[in-house]
């Protein structure tokens, strides 16, 4: 009988975390994430970056380059094709300059809204990208944030980009 009534508490337990406390958020776990994430940018991580999207992840995006407005809707996919493409090429500009034109992000949040429920946010956040102390790009992203499991996911991104190099077509 004690064993049962264990296992019953177990299983209330586990389901008490997996529906609620696993799935609820606060501003500053949201703004730890972000801070990790920035580390994985400046490491060139794709693979940490992409881990931290949903299955079901989908990015509307809008680049404002010389060569004219693009807008692209992306999955979680091609997010992680284009992320791991454009870390290979910094890469190998950084390898061939021998360091020389450094690469540097700098991400700051504007504004995280919570839901009342605590198990969603939209974060809204800027975001530069330097090489050699020039500004190649600057990004405004409002991001669909849920918590599965204790980890903080993208579920969704919203972003505008200014691109200030030429892009091939």
């Avoid at 809008?62 to 060569?67: M, P, R």
């Avoid at 204790?150 to 691109?163: D, F, T, Y």
Wanted: charged share 30%.
């Amino acid at each position: 009988m004690g064993k049962w009534i264990l296992l019953a508490l177990v299983a209330g337990y586990g389901a008490w975390w997996f529906f609620h406390a696993g799935r609820q958020m606060s501003e500053d776990a949201i703004e730890a994430q972000y801070a990790v994430e920035g580390q994985a940018m400046a490491k060139l991580d794709a693979d940490y970056l992409c881990d931290r999207m949903t299955d079901d992840f989908r990015h509307e995006a809008i680049a404002f380059t010389l060569n004219g407005t693009q807008r692209e809707t992306l999955d979680k996919q091609r997010s992680c094709e284009d992320l791991r493409e454009g870390f290979r090429a910094f890469k190998r500009v950084n390898a061939l300059t021998n360091g020389a034109m450094g690469l540097s992000f700098d991400h700051r949040i504007v504004e995280v809204s919570l839901a009342d429920d605590r198990k969603t946010a939209d974060v809204e956040a800027v975001a530069t990208v330097r090489i050699g102390g020039r500004l190649l790009s600057k990004t405004h992203s409002i991001d669909r944030v849920i918590r599965r499991n204790g980890r903080i996911l993208h579920e969704a991104s919203q972003s505008k980009s200014w691109v200030y190099i030429p892009v091939a077509d």
